[in-house]
């Protein structure tokens, strides 16, 4: 703090201008977390399940011969597959806002901070 209550504007100026510079790059990495395909699989392989890096689901694809075991066989593997993809959707958009931050903690919703 400068004198009179004031804060140091050189510290004020550089939090403006990283606050500045995140803002410029947040709409790159949106796109960019748009454009990818992140897959999950079940634990067997049979299911798969796509998001993008902003959690948006994809598609679906499940194996023929998973649709013949049944109506129960075949949830079990798509959440399973779902929740792999979810993870790794999660997981690769924390690490992506981490570098675009520089490691500041914002403690943003929805991102586990």
């Given at each position: 703090?400068?004198?009179?209550?004031?804060?140091?504007?050189?510290?004020?100026?550089?939090?403006?201008?990283?606050?500045?510079?995140?803002?410029?790059?947040?709409?790159?990495?949106?796109?960019?977390?748009?454009?990818?395909?992140?897959?999950?699989?079940?634990?067997?392989?049979?299911?798969?399940?796509?998001?993008?890096?902003n959690q948006q689901p994809l598609r679906v694809r499940l194996?023929p011969a998973l649709l013949q075991e049944g109506q129960q066989?075949?949830?079990?593997?798509?959440?399973?597959?779902?929740?792999?993809?979810?993870?790794?959707?999660?997981?690769?958009?924390?690490?992506?806002?981490?570098?675009?931050?520089?490691?500041?903690?914002?403690?943003?919703?929805?991102?586990?901070?």
């Open positions: 703090m400068a004198g009179f209550g004031l804060p140091n504007f050189g510290q004020l100026t550089e939090a403006f201008k990283k606050a500045q510079e995140i803002q410029q790059n947040a709409q790159a990495l949106q796109d960019e977390l748009d454009g990818m395909e992140i897959e999950g699989k079940s634990s067997d392989g049979r299911a798969s399940v796509w998001l993008s890096g194996d066989a075949s949830e079990t593997a798509t959440l399973e597959a779902l929740q792999a993809a979810y993870e790794q959707s999660t997981a690769t958009m924390k690490g992506r806002m981490e570098e675009l931050t520089g490691g500041l903690n914002l403690n943003l919703p929805g991102m586990g901070g």
